[in-house]
């Protein structure tokens, strides 16, 4: 099993920063890309960036693009999403998850083995 815990959300103005921490334990020895997503209320979960296990390869929702970086640490197994310039419309539980199956890939879609529960990011104007 693996188990992941994100951290680092809260309450930001708009224009300001956040970077949220996503800690996998578990199955640590194995390969995985990890991917954030987010929730906003009343609305359907989205893609936001994922990112490659190997070389680090990265590609983000259109949304997010050059705002949000998405980084990780394999030796601390730990991923990290820099969240810059934040916008109202970012407000939103942002969860983060791993998948096993394809750890060198990049994709757009939500099929991942293991999700976190999740953090608030509230951005106000």
């Known amino acids: 099993q693996v188990q992941l815990v994100e951290s680092g959300g809260g309450l930001v103005q708009a224009g300001g920063s956040l970077r949220l921490s996503c800690v996998v334990s578990g199955r640590t020895r194995s390969s995985y890309a990890m991917g954030w997503f987010r929730q906003a209320p009343e609305k359907e979960r989205e893609f936001v960036a994922r990112i490659t296990w190997t070389g680090g390869r990265t590609n983000y929702a259109d949304s997010v693009k050059g705002r949000f970086t998405l980084s990780r640490d394999n030796a601390k197994n730990t991923v990290y999403l820099q969240m810059n310039s934040l916008k109202t419309e970012d407000t939103a539980v942002y969860y983060c998850?791993?998948?096993?199956?394809?750890?060198?890939?990049?994709?757009?879609?939500?099929?991942?083995?293991?999700w976190g529960q999740g953090t608030q990011v509230t951005v106000s104007s």
């Open positions: 998850a791993a998948d096993l199956r394809r750890p060198n890939i990049l994709t757009l879609g939500s099929e991942y083995d293991y």
